[in-house]
Every structure is written in structure tokens, then in C-alpha cells.
Antibody, heavy 120, light 107 residues
């Protein structure tokens, strides 16, 4: 079964750091680009960051550029999101998502999400 | 950045109704458009990719059309399980962007 399972969310103070993980199974992880997408409480979907299958190319939303770092370990089938200098507006459910086909960044597989709350 | 604008923001409909949701891109995106369905507390589900291609396992009552800047998601005969929020997403260029969502509610 193709599956993505996120972990690492929680409560963190403004200015703090958190690292999210996304464990992949059921497909050849290194063959697919991956993204993080977040959803603030009661709000819509916001794309956060993407990484190519090899890890050689990364992309970020302006709202997180310079604060968040996406990475992957293809030997462990795991995607990461290092989040630094967290702000209240980063509070959201964070989903990892698999691109369905190289060259078409639509997401066919999503994790269940992990909640990040930034509050003092 | 490419802005995606959906309309309407919400629609009230009955079981069996035909429902149409539109999505407009601020610049041309060819056919690089996806549609998702999201139910409360759940992750989004891919319905349509490449503007009009039905994702495997998605009922045929869902269809997508359009290219360039104007796109449409149609549900031909609304079923009880279709009450949800629908999002479009452009897959043309980074940063990837989503529409604000359309909530389909029971009339």
C-alpha cells in the first residue's frame, strides 16, 4: 500500500524550531518529487516547499523562504521539513504529498497531516 | 506568482444536482491544473489532473475541462458523499498555488 506518514508536529514557542518527518512506503521514493502543503485552522491549502526526487532541486514559498529547509533521505524513504524562526502564522496542519508524475506537480498521495502550533 | 481564483466560494445543492465550479488563473497555465476534494479532518484527495484527466478510482460523475486560464470542475449528479470542499491547484510553475476553495453544502 502506498502510504505517507508524517510526524514531528507539536507546540512550539514563537522563534523556536521543529523538524517534521514524512515516512514513505509502497513506492520507489527516490523516483518522485515531494512537497509539503499546510492548512491553517479553518483556512485553505498553502503550498510550502518542494524537492526533486534526487534532492538536488528545492523550492519554497516566499512566506517560508530563509526559515524552512526541505530535505530527503532516499536511503530511509523519508522526507523532512526543518522549520526555524517559527511564527504564529505558521500554525497549521502540515501535509507531505507525493507528485503523481515527474513534470506534473499534482499530488496523488497525501499523508494524514501533523499539527504544528506556534504559541507562547 | 500565479493567482488562482475559484467561484463560487460556496454552493448549496441537492442530491442529483449538477454542480459546476470554476477556477481562473492569473496567467496561462496550459493544462497544468489539478482538482482536489477535501472532507473535514481529512487530507485532500486528487480528483482530476492535467485539467481533464480523471484520477484512478474517482467516479465518472466528476469531470474537468479548460485550458489556458479558465477551468471547470463538474459533478454531473451530486451524491451524498460529494459534500466537501473543492480546491484547484496550478502545477505550471513554482510557487505552486491553490484556489481558495469551494464548499459544496447540502441544500
Amino acid at each position: 500500500e502506498v502510504q505517507l506518514v508524517e510526524s514531528g508536529g507539536g507546540l512550539v514557542q514563537p522563534g523556536g524550531s521543529l523538524r517534521l518527518s514524512c515516512a514513505a512506503s509502497g513506492f520507489t521514493f527516490s523516483s518522485y518529487a515531494m512537497s509539503w502543503v499546510r492548512q491553517a485552522p479553518g483556512k485553505g491549502l498553502e503550498w510550502v516547499s518542494a524537492i526533486s526526487g534526487s534532492g538536488g532541486s528545492t523550492y519554497y514559498a516566499d512566506s517560508v523562504k530563509g526559515r524552512f529547509t526541505i530535505s530527503r533521505d532516499n536511503s530511509k524513504n523519508t522526507l523532512y521539513l526543518q522549520m526555524n524562526s517559527l511564527r504564529a502564522e505558521d500554525t497549521a496542519v502540515y501535509y507531505c504529498a507525493k507528485v503523481w508524475l515527474t513534470g506534473d506537480d499534482a499530488f496523488d498521495i497525501w499523508g494524514q497531516g501533523t499539527m504544528v502550533t506556534v504559541s507562547s | 506568482d500565479i493567482q488562482m481564483t475559484q467561484s463560487p466560494s460556496s454552493v448549496s445543492a441537492s442530491v442529483g444536482d449538477r454542480v459546476t465550479i470554476t477556477c481562473r488563473a492569473s496567467q496561462g497555465i496550459s493544462s497544468w491544473l489539478a482538482w482536489y476534494q477535501q472532507k473535514p479532518g481529512k487530507a485532500p484527495k486528487l480528483l482530476i489532473y492535467a485539467a481533464s484527466s480523471l484520477q484512478s478510482g474517482v467516479p465518472s460523475r466528476f469531470s474537468g475541462s479548460g485550458s489556458g486560464t479558465d477551468f471547470t470542475l463538474t459533478i454531473s449528479s451530486l451524491q451524498p458523499e460529494d459534500f466537501a470542499t473543492y480546491y484547484c491547484q496550478q502545477a505550471n510553475s513554482f510557487p505552486l498555488t491553490f484556489g481558495q476553495g469551494t464548499k459544496v453544502e447540502i441544500k
